[in-house]
């Protein structure tokens, strides 16, 4: 019987890597991928939980789903995920239509529990999360295009008091660099020319004796991989070594996503991030003066319970002082769980509202100053997708992370062109062909 799933993804690149698994372990079940959700025979959603907002839009997507089901009966709907796990039983309290239930660490049993769920009207929840499960030797199926997703440990242990992932994802555990490097192999004979490392803290990464750092010169000395890049190390776990082989060698990409948080000690300490400003200040200028040109991007959270004007001015002095590439910026979003629901000293939601628009435009300022740093420079970028505004310009990435739209010449996807960045505008760059070369 031919059967067909449809999934979407949200949240972060481990929901989008772990997706890419489980497509992997439906395909091998005999499964196909559609595009068209409402003739699909089991539609997934791998939802989030790191913020308020992230759970409200799974609950109307489910709504949704709920009027396809109501047309097609037979259609499965399952919940995977981050919210899965966090919600558990609950979510087919209130959506009584659902499936099947499944946390972040029980996707090998989905094949079986579709089987057991077709022979019976019972629904399943599998949210058992494991200490050792990592998902060794199974086979993404990865959506095409520049970037393959490798996912290194998973889980955290880290348990900043506003955070819902150590609850989610369980206890940190990391794959072994033999079978990373396999799959980087593999990545790479697919013809993939980036890859990505990712766990929630890339940087404690600890097997059989590997660090972070010798697992990236591992994967650096494989053939054919043109560019890696990782996400989130943790400030705290940031080693010179991992900077000196960032630094050795030229296809890891000159780019770190440092996460901040807060700029003020005593709220970093309430938020457990176990660093200091001032270690983050050093540590920022320990990684320009050890890769010149380097990109910075960080993730910033406003409103955190307590949080006073003049401390929240401090995480501006940070971004003032780091000038960052560019922010991901954030409202507080209290997470049932944690610790920091417990706080009752929260911050009034316009004082939220001001404080983000004060750091964003704070950051659009720091991106296009540091953006104009690269005008009249040369940059490799590689070719990833036709720009959005004009079918004549690509789109492409520095290594250092940063978009630059360009003419397309003779250069086709995937090439790594040199481009002269001729104008920072707004927060993209523009640049010029200068001889578009073959790919590799
Ligand atoms: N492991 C990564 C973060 C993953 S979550 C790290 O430690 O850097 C991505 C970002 O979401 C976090 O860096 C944080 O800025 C934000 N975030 C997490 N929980 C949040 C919450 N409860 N409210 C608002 N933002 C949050
Ligand atoms: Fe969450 Fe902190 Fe772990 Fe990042 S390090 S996933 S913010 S608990
Ligand atoms: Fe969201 Fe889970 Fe990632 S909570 S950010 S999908 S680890």
């Given amino acids: 019987m031919h059967k067909s799933y449809f999934i979407e993804t949200f949240g972060c690149q481990m929901n989008v890597a772990d997706s890419e698994l489980v497509a992997g ?6 499964f196909s991928a559609t595009e068209k959700i409402e003739q699909a025979d089991a539609v997934f959603v791998n939802t989030c939980a790191i913020r308020e907002h992230a759970e409200e839009k799974v609950h109307s997507q489910l709504g949704r789903y709920y009027k396809l089901k109501q047309e097609k009966p037979s259609m499965i709907i399952g919940v995977l995920g981050c919210m899965a796990q966090h919600l558990q039983d609950d979510i087919l309290e209130s959506r009584p239509y659902v499936d099947l239930v499944l946390g972040p660490d029980s996707y090998r049993r989905l094949p079986g529990l579709i089987r057991s769920r077709m022979e019976s009207s019972n629904s399943k929840v599998d949210t058992q999360l494991s200490r050792f499960e990592v998902y060794d030797g199974m086979f993404p199926s990865r959506n095409e295009g520049i970037n393959a997703w490798i996912s290194i440990m998973r889980g955290c242990d880290k348990f900043c008091t506003f955070c819902i992932v150590p609850f989610t994802r369980g206890r940190e555990r990391s794959r072994s660099v033999d079978s990373i490097v396999s799959e980087a192999r593999n990545a790479a004979e697919q013809g993939f020319p980036e890859i990505t490392l990712l766990g929630q803290n890339v ?15 591992a994967v650096a000395r494989v053939d054919g991989i043109r560019r890696i890049r990782y996400t989130s190390p943790h400030p705290q776990d940031m080693t010179e070594d991992v900077l ?3 630094a050795t060698y030229d296809n890891i990409c000159n780019y770190v996503h440092l996460p901040l948080q807060a700029g003020s000690n005593r709220i970093l300490k309430r938020m457990n991030r176990t660093y200091s400003r001032e ?3 050093k540590l920022a200028d320990t990684i320009r003066n050890t890769l010149p040109n380097v990109g910075i991007s960080t993730d ?15 995480t501006m002095e940070v971004m003032n002082a780091i000038k960052f590439d560019s922010a991901f910026t954030f409202k507080y979003s209290s997470r049932p769980g944690t610790k920091a629901a417990e706080f009752t000293d929260h911050v009034p939601a316009e004082v939220m509202q001001d404080r983000l628009e004060k750091i964003m435009a704070l950051q659009k300022q720091h991106t296009f ?3 104009l740093e690269q005008v009249g ?6 070719v990833e997708k036709p720009s959005k505004r004009s079918s004549e310009k ?34 993209s760059l523009h640049g010029k062909l200068l001889k578009a070369k073959a790919a590799a």
């Fill in 377 to 382: 420079k040369v940059e490799q970028v590689l």
């Fill in 394 to 427: 690509w789109a492409g990435r520095t290594d250092a992370n940063k978009w630059v739209i360009f003419n397309c010449g003779n250069a086709k996807i995937k090439d790594m062109v040199p481009v002269e960045i001729i104008e920072a505008r707004g927060i």
């Fill in 279 to 281: 270690h983050f200040l």
């Fill in 369 to 371: 100053e540091r953006n």
């Fill in 25 to 30: 372990l439906l395909e091998k079940e005999g």
């Fill in 203 to 217: 940087n404690s990464f600890s097997n059989d004796g590997d660090n972070f750092a010798a697992l990236l010169e």
């Fill in 300 to 314: 910033i959270i406003v409103g955190f319970p307590g949080e006073t004007d003049s401390e929240f001015n401090k």
């Fill in 244 to 246: 000196n082989v960032m």
